[in-house]
Every structure is written in C-alpha cells, then in structure tokens.
C-alpha cells in the first residue's frame, strides 16, 4: 500500500536490546532431573516438587499432543535445545531495592519502567521479572499494610505456602495442555497477589516481564487470588532482545475471583516479534483462565498484543458464580510475518451469568490474525447472555484475517448475539485526513487507534498511553 | 490565487476532465455547475489531491506555486480546504480531537504554537456559534451516524477552524433545509476575505441567492463550456444545459 503505511508497519522493535549480566544458566535440555534442580534452586517444599513431577509426568504422556489446530504455522520446537533455568548472578542476598544490581536497574529503565520507588507513578506496584526470576517488587510495605500480598512467586510459596498450595492448578490443572503442563513442570517465577476479603487494592499492580538470556524459554506463573468484596487491577508488561533464534515463552496465568470480588486484568505484550523476514521472534503459548467462583464476581481480561513471533492465547473465564460476568476486551495486531491466533473461552455455568467479547484484529505486512473464541453456556445458566463483537482491520493486501466463533448453547433461554465485521483501512478515510493537513501516517494511526478504542479504553491510563504509542498512535480522546 | 491551464485528469480508466482553464483571483467567489457525471467532483479532487484521480495533462498555479507537485496534506496546510460532496466517517474517533489534530497540523506549517485541549475547546465554540451546531457532535465519532445535514455542516466548521485561503465547496447545499442553507451560506460568508477564494460547486441558483459569485462557470464535457456573471445561473435555472452543451459538441 501506501509508504506511509510501510513506514510504520516497518518500525524497528525498540527493546531488542540485550544486557551484559553474568547470569547462572542451566544447559539445555529438559528430564526430570532438572523438574529437581529448579525446585531445589528454590528451595520448595516437597509438595511442590511432588506437584511439578507430576506435571512433568502429564507432559511427557502427552509428547505428540503440541497442539495443532491453531491457525499458525511454526518450526517443531526442540524442547530438549533450551534451557528451563536462568537467573542474574546476584552480587549478594538483598535487603533493599537500593542493592538491586545496577544493570538490572538500568535495564528497567530503558525500558521505561522505574523500580525506584519514590520515581515511580504513584499508584503503580511493580514486580520485575528477569528470565527465571523475580528481581524486584516495589510498594510493599504499602500493600501489607492493607494485608494484600504482592510478591514474587517463590517468595509466596516461601512465605505464604499454605495460599499457594490451596489455589495453585485451581483452575489451570497441570494436565490442561502441552503448554500448561510444560509450564506447571519448569516454570521459575512469575508473580502471586492475594486481596483479602473486602479490600479494594489501592494502586495498580503490574509485572514486567522481560527475557534476556539466550537460549532460553521464560516460564512464568501468575496467581491472583482475590477474597470475597475485594478488587485488584493488574497489568502486565513484556519485552525480549531481537535475537535470530526463536524463544519460548509458555506461561500460565490463573485468577480466581470468590463472592463480589473483582478482578481487571490487562496486558500489554511486546514481546520480540522477529525481523521483518520472520526471523526469530517469541513463541507466546500462553494459557490464561479465570474462574469466576463466587455469586456477583467479576473477570475481565484486556489484552493488547503487538509483539511475538507467534502468539497462541485464549484467555478465559469460567462463570460458575451466579451473576457472575466476564469480559474479554483484545487487540490484536500481526505485521510483517507475525501470526497471531488468540480469542477467548467464555463458559458459563451460573445463573444470569453475562460474558462481553470484544476483539479488534489489525493484520499487517504479512501478518496472520486468527480470532477464535467459544462461548458455551451450560443446561443449568439459565439467563445467561452473551455478546461477542469481532472486528477485523486489513491494512494491505498481503496479509490476512480469519474469525471462528464458536457456539454450544445448552439452554434456551439464553441470550447470545454475535456481529463480525472486516474491513480494509480506506483511501477515503485517509485522504479525507490528509485533506485537513493530517500527515499520512498520523491519519493511519488515528484511524487504526479508533478502530481499537473500544478495547484500548478499558485500560488503566499508564498502559492505554503505552499501548497507543505501541500501535504508532497519539493519544485519541484527548478532549471529549 | 489559482490558475489552472488546460488541466487534463483520468480515473478509473476514463478521461474525465479534458483541457479545463479557469482563473481565480483572490477574494473572488466562483461556482461552477454543470450536468452530472460532467467532472465537477473530479476537479476539487485534482485540486486537493485525491490519489486516485490521475492528471494527465495541464497545470496548477496557486499562490505562485505548482500546486500539483504538493502532496494533500501539503496543500491543506496551504489553505487548500475541500468540504466534500460526501464526508467520510472514522469511527472511534472523535470529532473533537479529529479537528484539534487538524488545526495543530496546520497551524505547525505555519510555524504557529499547537493549541492544547482547553484553547481548542474555546475556539471551536466560537465558532460552533457560527454554523449552529450542537456541541453533542463534536463528542462524537467523525461523522459516524451525522445526518447528512450534520455532515455538511460539519464540513463548514472545519473550515471555519482552519480558516483556508481557497475553499472548495462541492454540494454542500446538497441535502440541507432552508435554513440549514442560509446558516452555511452565512459561515461561508462570514469567511469572505480579499485574500480568500471560494469554489462553489452547485446544482442550484438557491444557494447562489445566499453566497453571491463574482463568475459562473458551466462545466460540462470535462470543460468550461461558458461563463459569465451571477445572471448565468438564473440562466440556467431556468432553460437548463442543453443548449450550452448542445453548442459545445457540436
Ligand atoms: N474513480 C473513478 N472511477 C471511474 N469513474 C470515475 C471515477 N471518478 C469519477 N468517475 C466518473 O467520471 C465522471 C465525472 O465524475 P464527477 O464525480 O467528477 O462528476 P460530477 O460532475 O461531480 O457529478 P455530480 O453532479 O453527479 O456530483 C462520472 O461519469 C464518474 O462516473
Ligand atoms: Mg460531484
């Protein structure tokens, strides 16, 4: 198409960045023996180790099970060429985010995130998680004092082992998938958040994920537990180097909301993508669920994904709560070789349950965008109502966008509507811009932030910020 | 102010304007009308650079300047302002910022401060109060369920904010009331400068009773078959094109 739109579907990555850190690698491969050394490393307690076992036992049961009816088409992924095991040397034990190693700092902060307290947006905690583990966490003494617990997952098996072993694989078993059950084998770190009953959690919690090492896959775990009454908006971050090769990133996300407790969970992925031939990049196999246990709960998952060779996500939630309600609120945008097949599962098994779908797809370049969603609704949800909205954005002519929504209805009085729509990024549209003195590319990025406002405002104010100058926009909605 | 010599353009496979002269000195208002499918539209598009109308032929002068070596956003920046026969619709964005963009985009060629959300919201009343238009729009989606009159008069307060040296005007009476018509008329007029041009493409004297031209041109065959004073357009009104046209091609 236009050279504007090749401008800015050709921007060069910005994190690809690596840093020079000694780093304690294990070599690659994967047996039980090192399911072992990752837990001794962490020094957990033998029920978790029984646990990983296990897991690792599922995933070898189900070696040729990597599934494949994705709409993506990638190189088999030798699991015996990674390392499951990477962390920075620390120069010694911590006391303090004053002794955090400097480069990791730095690191951070070229990417923008500040782990300085006192720097830091107010109302923002973070967790930073470098390869196999957590580096830093900010804002805690503030959190206790609420008695909300945000910590590193290894300090939350260490320090609040009794919670973990209650609600870990309460919702993603360790046999759910190939990816699940690698993760539930090997994962190093991740991020654990528990809101007690009745509180409403007074800044926003974020984890920023970033993969340095080479050779490695990044298998992280996040839970997030919130107590009758409560509320938590969460967000997560990624970014990786651009390096040659490929790189897994397999983790699992679980939420579970009990009795009026709610939960926002929003990501922004930008992960490598690879170079504009399709040469390396991050394989993304993420398994993301939420169970929405309690009456009057709330799930609601928002996603904005830029990044990765290859993405294969459906964040879910699991409505067994009366009244309960999900929302899945995702942009999707897939340039040069990028393939992306993402949606959402909504299941709904309480009464009067409600699930929203809203998914905007912007393919690019060469770039593949799958929607596929299924939203079932059990005998027993009687009222349930869904209502899905699948909204593709071609820009170009060489890339393209599939949408499989799927239904199984079980109960006639449910309410399900479903509207899909492609379109193509028109000449009028831009020209009718450009003729108010409206460059080309800023036309294009206005018009591709209005097609995704719907998603990108369901986002707290620092990520929708961020994830409008990811998708090469200024900020729309300024005024009104 | 403008001076186009035979300006030659084709879209879409056809030949559509073939040798069109015209000359707009400034402060001057001119109409052009003309039977339809006669090539009206396609000369506001040459003029404001729509890409997919090709010029083979002729050339552009506005303000001394090749006019057809700038790209679209150049000449809007120029002061080239086109209100379109039919207003496209951006969804999700909203008519404020669309407009705020505009003007800030204008006003950085210019070499002039960008206005912030407060400066802008102050100027676009003003000049809401102009054009009549209900503030409830300006929060809405760039034209995404306007009326067609809310279109059109959308068109005219995006002029009156970026305030252009040469206005085109194709249709914008087209679908408007009575006094919707003397309301944009008004705003047009209320832009009258000896330094600003108008280009009004009608179909109808009605509007002319309103926005009086200083010419009258009659486009027809991808040419101006003729032109003349207001009285050209009371003309027509009344006997039509044919025996204009009827001349021309014979
Ligand atoms: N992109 C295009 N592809 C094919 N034909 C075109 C294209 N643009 C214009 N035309 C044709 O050129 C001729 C002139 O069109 P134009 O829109 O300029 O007419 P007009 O004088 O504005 O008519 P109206 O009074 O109906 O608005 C018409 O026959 C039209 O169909
Ligand atoms: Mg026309």
């Avoid at chain 1, 290894?154 to 009794?162: I, M, N, Q």
Wanted: proline share 4%; aromatic share 8%; net charge negative.
């Amino acid at each position: 198409m236009s050279e504007a739109l090749e401008r800015i579907t050709k921007q060069e990555y910005q994190y690809g960045f690596v840093t020079d850190i000694e780093q304690d690698t294990l070599p690659p491969g994967l047996d039980e023996g090192v399911v072992r050394f990752i837990s001794a490393k962490k020094e957990e307690p033998e029920w978790l180790l029984a646990w990983r076992l296990k897991a690792y036992e599922r995933w070898v049961a189900m070696k040729d099970d990597s599934p494949t009816w994705a709409m993506v088409d990638y190189p088999e992924i030798d699991y015996q060429a990674i390392s499951y095991y990477s962390a920075p040397k620390p120069k010694k034990q911590l006391e303090s985010l004053d002794e955090v190693d400097p480069d990791l700092l730095d690191t951070y902060k070229k990417l923008g995130i500040s782990l300085d307290e006192q720097k830091r947006l107010q109302n923002v905690a973070v967790d930073a998680v470098f390869d196999s583990v957590s580096v830093a966490t900010t804002f805690k003494k503030e959190l206790n004092k609420h008695g909300i617990i945000f910590c590193s997952f290894s300090e939350a098996v260490r320090e609040h082992g009794d919670l973990v072993q209650k609600w870990l694989g309460s919702v993603v078993p360790q046999g759910d998938n190939y990816f699940a059950a690698l993760n539930s084998a090997v994962f190093s770190d991740g991020s654990f958040v528990y809101i007690p009953k009745g509180v409403r959690c007074p800044m926003e919690l974020s984890t920023y994920f970033r993969i340095n090492a080479e050779n490695t896959g990044q298998f992280e775990r996040t839970l997030i537990v919130a107590d009758e009454g409560s509320y938590v908006s969460y967000l997560e971050g990624c970014t990786a180097p651009q390096r040659d090769e490929n790189q897994l990133h397999a983790a699992v996300v679980e939420l579970v909301a009990l009795g009026d407790a709610e939960i926002k969970y929003s990501t922004v992925q930008n992960w490598y993508p690879g170079d504009a031939d399709g040469k390396g990049g991050i394989f993304n196999f993420v398994t993301k669920r939420g169970a929405c246990r309690g009456a009057r709960s709330k799930i609601s998952w928002t996603q904005v994904e830029t990044g990765s060779a290859v993405t294969w996500k459906y964040p879910s939630c699991i409505l067994q709560g009366d009244d309960s309600v999900g929302e899945f609120y995702s942009v999707a945008l897939t340039n040069n070789c990028q393939q992306a097949d993402t949606g959402t599962k909504m299941i709904h098994i309480g009464k009067n349950t409600k699930s929203t779908i809203i998914s905007k797809g912007i393919s690019a370049g060469r770039g593949q965008n799958t929607y596929r969603g299924l939203v079932k609704i059990s005998p027993k949800a009687t009222g349930a109502r869904n209502y899905s909205q699948c909204d593709s954005l071609l820009l170009g002519d060489q890339c393209g966008a599939h949408t499989f929504p799927y239904l199984e209805v079980k109960n006639d009085d449910a309410t399900v509507e479903h509207e899909a729509t492609t379109s193509k990024i028109g000449e009028d549209q831009l020209f009718y811009c450009q003729q108010r003195g409206i460059s080309e590319e800023d036309a294009i990025s206005m018009i591709v932030n209005g097609f995704c406002k719907e998603v990108l405002r369901e986002l707290p104010m620092e990520f929708a910020v961020e994830a409008q100058n990811l998708l090469g926009v200024s900020l729309e909605g300024a005024v009104g | 102010m403008l001076e186009i010599n035979g300006l030659r353009a084709r879209a879409g496979g056809t030949d559509i304007l073939q040798g069109l002269d015209l000359t707009m000195g400034p402060g001057e208002v001119h109409a052009v009308m003309g039977p339809n499918g006669s090539g009206k539209s396609t000369l506001a598009n040459v003029l404001s650079g729509r890409p997919s109308v090709e010029v083979t032929g002729g050339s552009v002068l506005y303000k001394g300047k090749n006019l057809l070596d700038l790209s679209p956003e150049e000449r809007a920046c120029e002061g080239v302002f086109l209100a379109f026969q039919y207003p496209v619709e951006i969804p999700g964005v909203s008519n404020m910022y669309f407009m705020k963009s505009a003007l800030n985009a204008v006003r950085k060629h210019r070499g002039e401060s960008q206005l912030d959300a407060m400066d802008f919201l102050q100027l676009v009343r003003e000049k809401m109060k102009l054009v009549e238009m209900d503030e409830a729009l300006m929060n809405r989606s760039v034209n995404e369920g306007f009326s067609g009159g809310e279109k059109k008069r959308n068109e005219i307060l995006q002029m009156a904010v970026l305030e252009p040296s040469l206005a085109i005007l194709d249709e914008t009476d087209s679908g408007l009331d009575i006094d919707a018509l003397r309301i944009a008329a008004e705003g047009v007029n209320a832009l009258r400068r000896p330094d600003r041009s108008v280009l009004v493409i009608t179909h109808y004297q009605r509007l002319l009773d309103y926005i009086v031209p200083d010419y009258v041109h009659v486009l027809a065959g991808g040419r101006i078959v003729r032109s003349g004073g207001k009285d050209l357009a009371l003309e027509l009104e009344e006997k039509g094109y044919g025996w204009i046209t009827d001349g021309a091609s014979a």
